[in-house]
């Protein structure tokens, strides 16, 4: 069995000479076997050894023995060990978790710790085939992804389970075999968690009344799904490379949706996945019904919103969704005073030779009714659009001129009153030209031109 084990570990390039491995030793069956194999890999690689065990305050007597095991076995081993006791009971009620969901929180918590400050490599970990099943069967039961198809992975950054590879029963049949003992959680033959009842039930019925390799198969069908996962997240980073517009603030994200369409069907649901996740700065609590949120916006008319997880905001636009944070859409206080040059100017005789610089603009200052301001627009404001005085709504200007939402509030505006002289960077209101009959001249230069 150890050959098959070095075999895995070789396989997906679990361990490298001179590796510091920090292993989890629970004293249970599969981490008692996990540090055995450690130390036989030990003598062939170089490697160097460290163990932890995290007591997690429950249990009782059982669990102070089986600290006082693991303290046993690592002594006759020659192994460090690291010994940790942790009220898990008092964390999982005041974070809201389950014990065993705080329990591995803790766990990996410590290890990551020691991690650090024993300068080691990689935390090996004594997941099994069984273990894997059980995780497919109740990912499957909740609701899963393809990622959630392929189960434990083998290599999960520092993490590495060597174990994989082999089921519970070769593991306990190796530890007989050489009379070695380990300890037994008797909190695991119980029901009261799901995994357990997939442990002692739903898996033994599939064994024995459905294919008696049912776990092996499992194993492989996992194996697969980690492969095709990796295709499909390459292909879903390449579509959304295309797909996801950033501002130059990093603050907002559009998904094109000209770009969008040319997705493959199958993918789309990760592009939308992964867009959310980008505006997020997380993945925790992306869930399937986000992204269909995101698709049904895209069906929807501009204007209409979402709201998504980590306070983000989905907006339907003409060219898209855009992903911002919450409150993030206004433009932010700006003095326009440094905006703005102005000066006036006689009008001249004879042909009148306009500003090339499209920042810089000529106004008929004698038509001025009002002090000129530079400000964002506000209700009521209009321009006027043709030299027959034809006036439009300025939001209905910027409708028919397909400018997305979130530009509008930050485009600057000169206004005459509610009157709209000049749309920066847009349209120059024509009731405010040079004509003939002008005799002042009110020159605008906006940012330096």
């Known amino acids: 069995m150890y050959h098959k084990v070095k075999a895995y570990i070789e396989k997906y390039h679990m361990l490298d000479e001179k590796d510091k491995v920090i292993v989890g030793v629970s004293g249970g069956a599969d981490s008692i076997c996990l540090l055995f194999m450690l130390i036989q890999l030990k ?3 170089g490697l160097s050894v460290e163990a932890v065990h995290v007591h997690h305050g429950l249990r009782e007597k059982t669990a102070d023995a089986d600290a006082v ?10 192994i460090g060990l690291r010994l940790y006791y942790e009220d898990v009971k008092s964390f999982a009620l005041h974070n809201k978790m389950s014990e065993e969901e705080a329990g591995r929180y803790v766990r990996r918590r410590i290890f990551k710790e020691v991690l650090q400050e024993a300068g080691g490599t990689k935390i090996a970990l004594a997941h099994h085939q069984n273990d894997n099943a059980e995780t497919l069967l109740w990912n499957l039961c909740r609701g899963c992804s393809l990622k959630g198809m392929g189960g434990i992975a083998p290599v999960d950054g520092v993490f590495i389970r060597p174990l994989l590879c082999l089921k519970r029963e070769e593991i306990e049949s190796y530890l007989v075999n050489r009379g070695i003992s380990y300890c037994t959680d008797e909190t695991n033959l119980e029901d009261g968690h799901t995994r357990n009842r997939i442990r002692n039930h739903v898996i033994p019925y599939l064994e024995e009344q459905v294919n008696e390799r049912a776990v ?9 799904m980690r492969q095709l996962w990796k295709y499909v997240e390459s292909e879903t980073t390449r579509y959304a490379a295309r797909c996801i517009k950033v501002s130059k603030d990093q603050t907002r994200r559009v998904l094109l949706k000209a770009e969008f369409i040319l997705v493959p069907e199958a993918l789309r649901s990760y592009v939308l996945h992964e867009c959310i996740c980008q505006a997020a700065g997380g993945r925790k609590d992306i869930e399937s019904v986000h992204t269909k949120m995101l698709s049904e916006l895209l069906d929807n008319q501009v204007g209409r919103q979402a709201r998504l997880p980590y306070g983000i ?7 898209g969704i855009e992903l911002r944070r919450e409150g993030d859409g206004r433009p932010k206080d700006q003095n326009p005073e440094g905006l703005m040059k102005m000066r ?23 038509i001025i009714k009002n ?43 000169i206004a005459d009153g509610k009157h709209i002289m000049w ?5 120059q209101n024509q009731q405010y030209q040079i004509t003939e009959n002008t005799r002042r001249i009110l020159e605008i230069e906006f940012c330096g031109g």
């Open 313 to 319: 905001v989905a907006v339907r636009r003409y060219e």
């Open 69 to 78: 095991y693991v303290k046993k076995v690592c002594k006759e081993l020659g």
């Open 216 to 224: 092996s198969h499992m194993s492989e069908t996992m194996e697969q």
């Open 423 to 427: 749309i920066v960077g847009y349209r």
């Open 371 to 413: 002090t000129v301001k530079i400000r964002h627009r506000e209700p009521g404001d209009y321009i006027t659009i043709d030299k027959n005085g034809k006036t439009q709504k300025l939001k209905q200007y910027f409708i028919n001129e397909k400018i997305p939402q979130e530009e509008r509030d930050r485009i600057w505006l």
């Open 344 to 366: 006036t100017l006689p009008r001249t005789s004879g042909k009148v030779i306009f500003p090339e610089n499209p920042y810089t603009k000529w106004f008929d200052y004698d």
């Open 43 to 45: 003598k062939e690689m």
